[in-house]
């Protein structure tokens, strides 16, 4: 609504300006981020041309879901806005109310890709636990804990860089302190020791992980660029705008579509 000065003068609103301003010019469409791309996860995750593997497909698939939908969204929003039967209130509305829609589908396919990745995670987390557990009787453990712990640092590095499964279980399963390590010590050699005896599960889980990241990230800038196009402030169009939008939105009585 247009106000009169001091003088008498009808003064323009800034919504009204926004709207003169943008009247003729057609909105442009938003360009999806290109750390949506579907290289980014097939990169990331190692992927290859004949990628056989369900979970890391699933989870290929609900990633590239962002993109594909943020898409569909922008080319909604462009037929929208180029309505000039509507006001720019009702555009963002409109705009707000399809976008909060494209939030649970999107959600549940991620949430979905993310579950399953998690039970491979698990499963394969329970089978080197399985297979690295401690075959020995507790006193035959104790002893080579002992034997272990009256080594030279160096004569420790060496003799365990050569030990059996068995020899390694035994010293993994008690604390560091009884085979007179210190725990970071420990660490590097179980790495050692499960990067070695399980190499393929271990690259396997490293991609899940990889995989479930990506899943994350990607949701939340999906989520971030939905969120902008429901906050008209938020948008390329409007982002300095919402002073403006705030008065259209109040002059029309449309409440808070957040």
Do not use: C
């Not at 068995?166 to 020791?193: C, F």
Request: glycine share 4%; net charge neutral; charged share 25%.
């Amino acid at each position: 609504m247009s106000t009169s000065d001091v003088s008498g003068k009808r003064s323009v609103s800034p919504a009204q300006a926004f709207a003169a301003n943008h009247a003729n010019q057609p909105f442009k469409k938003r360009k999806t981020p290109m750390s949506l791309d579907s290289r980014t996860f097939a990169h990331h995750v190692k992927m290859v041309a004949d990628e056989s593997d369900p979970t890391i497909i699933a989870a290929k698939n609900a990633f590239n879901s962002y993109a594909s939908a943020l898409d569909q969204l922008y080319d909604r929003e462009v037929t929208i806005r180029a309505d000039a039967t509507k006001t720019t209130a009702a555009h963002d509305l409109r705009v707000s109310q399809i976008a909060a829609q494209a939030l649970e589908p999107v959600g549940k396919r991620a949430q979905a890709a993310t579950d399953q990745l998690n039970n491979q995670i698990a499963q394969i987390d329970t089978q080197i636990e399985h297979d690295t557990k401690a075959r020995m009787t507790p006193a035959e453990q104790q002893e080579i804990r002992s034997f272990v712990k009256g080594l030279s640092d160096e004569q420790r590095r060496s003799f365990l860089s050569q030990a059996d499964d068995d020899t390694l279980s035994a010293v993994m399963s008690g604390k560091s302190y009884l085979s007179g390590m210190r725990p970071a010590e420990a660490q590097v050699i179980e790495h050692n020791w499960r990067q070695r005896k399980f190499p393929d599960l271990i690259n396997k889980r490293a991609r899940y992980e990889r995989a479930r990241d990506l899943i994350t990230t990607g949701f939340e800038q999906y989520m971030s660029n939905v969120h902008a196009m429901r906050d008209p402030g938020a948008s390329e169009m409007q982002q300095r705008m919402d002073a403006a939008d705030a008065a259209v939105k109040s002059a029309l009585n449309f409440g808070d579509d957040s």
